[in-house]
């Protein structure tokens, strides 16, 4: 039942990536709806499902976009990894710490990709980071704080996952 | 405040430990191996996902030529104004082309040019964009299973849109010519200067090493040499809005503004077997005739 609803989120998520959202970035750069997605299951999955959605994840967006398949997929599988880590060590999450979390993750996995592709000369570190690593790690943790806000305090998923395990 | 998950087993935790070093292992040591693979089980995966893509597309499509038909009622007599007047103008224009066709016709067959073998083309619609922020590409709805493969090159009727860089068995990746890490080989139409046009990170495009005695200037046109593979010779790349000369420097560069406007593409068509000519031809040597 959880697979297949992992992979309804994948399936979903995609279209939701490269169709919808261009059409709100700002400067060119709009959300990753997959990497708050990860990490959301991660903190509340555990390292297993954080690592194995991550990959999955990673791998079929990369299927839709020019970057390298290998370093989508270690990117995602490790902040799904990291998120499932740092949820074992947490025993309360409020939406402040989880925007902080998320733009403090989003940075740092934003700086190592701009390391690792090293594109040309004209893309430089500094103009990674500002063109698109600071403005997407904003842009995340807005997004991921808005969708947790959503999902847990207005929907009441809490209590149906529990109801759910009972 | 939410209780955050502590209840994973410690089998579970183990599993995504070893899970997680021997991917890494993996893609260390074998990184072509590991990435062919997953490459090929891709093609189905992305033939899958090709469906909520393209039913997703269609709705914005739907939407927007909602809005867009409505949006236009509102300033459509002034538009008709305007379209008349460029409707005479052009009239004008069309009969002096004609004229200039016909002669150009005329001197072709004189010079007796080898026809250029048109390329068999392939159109396909654009259903989405990169899914990360790094890359300018766009997402077609056709892909392996339509006869499209990695490094064919991408116009409309305009000009160069880009180039093929991924494919799965229904859709294609096509990395932007105004992308950085795209460099297709141009030719300033007048001057007949070669060069290497890359995208900037401004969304525009540069052509470089153009020779310094080159009389390249501002409002050139720069078209396809022809010359390395994906397209064939004189389709419009952009046209030249300011030369750079640095002193010192082996080569001049110029900035270019991309004749296609690579965010409202909305159909593209794909070179299939672009026409390159053999060095011979580029050079313009004479045919060896069988002895009889």
């Known amino acids: 039942m959880k697979a297949l609803l992992y992979v309804i989120l994948i399936a979903g998520l995609v279209p939701i990536q490269s169709v919808l959202l261009p059409h709100v970035s700002v400067w060119g750069v709009k959300p990753d709806i997959g990497f708050i997605a990860v990490c959301l299951v991660g903190l509340f999955g555990g390292e297993l499902e954080g690592l194995l959605v991550g990959l999955a994840l990673g791998w079929v967006m990369s299927l839709f976009s020019a970057e390298d398949l290998t370093f989508s997929m270690v990117t995602k599988g490790g902040v799904g990894y990291v998120a499932g880590l740092a949820g074992r060590q947490v025993a309360h999450l409020t939406p402040v710490a989880l925007v902080v979390g998320l733009l403090v993750t989003s940075c740092l996995a934003g700086l190592l990709t701009a390391v690792a592709l090293k594109p040309n000369d004209e893309q430089d570190l500094w103009w990674a980071l500002r063109a698109v690593v600071l403005p997407q790690a904003c842009f995340d943790a807005v997004v991921g704080g808005a969708l947790y806000w959503l999902v847990w305090n207005r929907l009441n998923v809490e209590r149906w996952v529990s109801e759910y395990r009972a | ?292």
């Open chain 2, 1 to 292: 405040m939410r209780m955050v998950n502590l209840r994973a087993p410690y089998n579970a935790r183990r599993l995504a430990f070893a899970l997680a070093v021997i991917l890494l292992l993996g893609f260390l040591l074998l990184p072509s191996q590991l990435q062919g693979v997953f490459q090929q089980l891709g093609s189905p995966v992305g033939w899958i996902l090709s469906w909520p893509l393209r039913a997703v597309a269609s709705v914005r499509d739907g939407i927007a030529d909602l809005w867009t038909g409505y949006a236009a009622l509102q300033g459509v007599e002034e538009e008709n104004r305007q379209l008349r007047k460029e409707l005479e103008y052009l009239q004008g224009q069309n009969s002096q082309l004609r004229e200039a066709a016909a002669a150009t016709e005329r001197l072709t067959a004189l010079l007796e040019f080898k026809a250029q073998v048109l390329p068999s083309m392939i159109a396909a619609q654009v259903i989405g964009r990169d899914t990360g922020n790094w890359y300018r590409t766009i997402i077609l709805n056709k892909g392996e299973s339509d006869g499209l493969e990695p490094d064919m090159g991408v116009i409309t009727a305009v000009g160069v849109v880009g180039r093929i860089v991924k494919t799965t068995a229904a859709t294609s990746v096509v990395l932007l010519a105004t992308d950085p890490n795209n460099a297709i080989a141009g030719l300033i139409q007048r001057t007949r200067d070669e060069g290497i046009v890359e995208g900037t990170t401004q969304g525009l495009a540069h052509l470089k090493y153009i020779p310094l005695l080159s009389s390249a200037r501002t409002g050139d046109r720069v078209v396809t040499s022809g010359l390395v593979g994906g397209f064939p010779r004189g389709l419009a790349i952009g046209t030249i809005t300011r030369i750079d000369k640095e002193e010192g420097a082996l080569f001049q560069s110029a900035e270019l503004t991309p004749e296609v406007d690579a965010n409202r593409v909305e159909e593209v068509l794909v070179i299939q077997s672009p026409y390159v000519p053999t060095e011979g031809e580029r050079l313009g040597a004479p045919s060896v005739k069988p002895k009889s």
